[in-house]
């Protein structure tokens, strides 16, 4: 089995790239303060702040970044500064053997979701969260005060209340293995390498800016390849659509309850993370705990493999 990664420590130090979008340098700024205030080493990448009109840099400098974070043996962790659109222009060139060698956690979010899932692939879990260029955001909610409890103690848990919640007879929680992300980047990688395994396991999605009939499509198409066969539960997180005149009639919980899964045992939605003012991390590739107490649910996350040692 693959070695555990452990938690972060003061004086640990990490490397910030931008492997996709543009990044902001003031934004950033305010990221890479709290994550020195959480005693943490901060290095950014050499091309960080290039001069491409669209990318952070060009595909070569990005690339070089990134696989110098990888190869780094000194760093603990890879925070990817924003997402945007850019990593699927760099990832096949990307070579993995000295991160399998000595792996370190790896966070982001939303064009990052790409990046996750090659390392799911890889066997080793990663982290969907917050990003330093937009930490600023998440100034007055829980979303990094859970982030840091999460990368220094190894656990966290909170409790919400889903908007919507169906589940089998009697059902009081169920523990597994969650996967998943940014719901077009897990729809565009159906039939390349980079798709997730989802059998037996938890599936979060989220989504932003898209309308309605879009995300629809997107759901029927993953439904059609398979995707949600044999999941053990799908959790909904935030989705802010664009509007549209006619008002199209489905919304996401309502479609996926339409679908026939055997095996599911719960869909719920309104969870805390993806592209709003609550972002909650998630650990991909790592157990889950959900537990129904009526009027609301508790979600226990956890760095670690109980399983492995």
Known sequence: MHKQ????????????????????????????????????????????????????????????????????????????????????????????????????????YSDITLILNKIQYLGFPCIHSPMPASFSKYKNNNSLKYLHQLLFNGSYQFNFIPQNLVHKENWKSTKGIITGGNLTLLQTTVGTPYRLSTKNKILFIEEIDEYPYKVNRMLYHLYHSGYFDSLKGIIIGNFNLQ???????????ETLTSFSINGLEFILDNFPSGHDFLNYPIVMGREITILNQGNQVVAKITLQDNNNS
């Open 5 to 108: 990664l452990s938690v972060l420590k003061e004086g640990d130090k990490i490397i910030i790239v931008a492997p996709a979008g543009k990044v902001n340098k003031d934004e950033l700024e305010y990221g890479i303060e709290v994550l020195k205030s959480w005693g943490l080493v901060v290095e950014l990448g050499q091309n960080i702040f290039g001069d491409d009109t669209y990318f952070s840099a060009s595909d070569e400098r990005r690339l070089s970044d990134f696989q110098q974070a990888l190869d780094n043996e000194n760093y603990k962790a890879i925070f990817c500064a924003r997402g945007g659109y850019g990593s699927i222009r760099i990832i096949e060139k990307l070579n993995w053997e000295n991160f399998i060698k000595k792996p370190k956690w790896i966070l982001g």
């Open 243 to 253: 509007n549209q005149d006619n008002k199209f009639p489905y919304t996401v919980f």
